[in-house]
C-alpha cells in the first residue's frame, strides 16, 4: 500500500514535498514515480527514480522546478516541487513499477499506486 501526503494550497512560486510511504511490503528493489491529473486531463507523469536512487527522469514541464528522491530505509519516496505554477494544479499520485531493478515513464508499467494528494496552486 502507498499512501502520499503534503498536498495543500499554495501560491504560485511557492513550494511543498509530498511524501509517499510504502507499507505492507517493501518497495526497496522498485522504481518509483510520481504522477498528476488534473480535471478533464489524461494522467501523466511527472517524475521517476531508480531502485537506488541513482537514476532519475523528469518531464519537461516540472524539470528544474521539481526533484524526486527516496529514503529506502523508510520505504518512502519523496517530490519537492519548487516554483510552484497554477498548470501545476492536480491530483499527485505515487506508484511503484510492476518488475524490479528498473525505472520508467509510462503508467502502464506502474502496477501500485496510492490514491492520491490534492495540489492547488493559486493566489
Known amino acids: 500500500q502507498l499512501v502520499e501526503s503534503g498536498g495543500g494550497l499554495v501560491q504560485p512560486g511557492g513550494s511543498l514535498r509530498l511524501s509517499c510511504a510504502a507499507s505492507g511490503r517493501t518497495f526497496s528493489s522498485y522504481g518509483l514515480g510520481w504522477f498528476r491529473q488534473a480535471p478533464g486531463k489524461e494522467r501523466e507523469f511527472v517524475a521517476a527514480i531508480s531502485w537506488s536512487g541513482g537514476i532519475t527522469y523528469y518531464a519537461d514541464s516540472v524539470k528544474g522546478r521539481f526533484t524526486i528522491s527516496r529514503d529506502n530505509a523508510k520505504n518512502t519516496v519523496y517530490l519537492q516541487m519548487n516554483n510552484l505554477k497554477p498548470e501545476d494544479t492536480a491530483v499527485y499520485y505515487c506508484?511503484?513499477?510492476?518488475?524490479?531493478?528498473?525505472?520508467?515513464?509510462?503508467?502502464?508499467?506502474?502496477?501500485?499506486w496510492g490514491q492520491g494528494t490534492q495540489v492547488t496552486v493559486s493566489s
Open positions: 506508484a511503484a513499477k510492476n518488475t524490479p531493478w528498473d525505472i520508467s515513464r509510462s503508467k502502464d508499467d506502474f502496477g501500485s
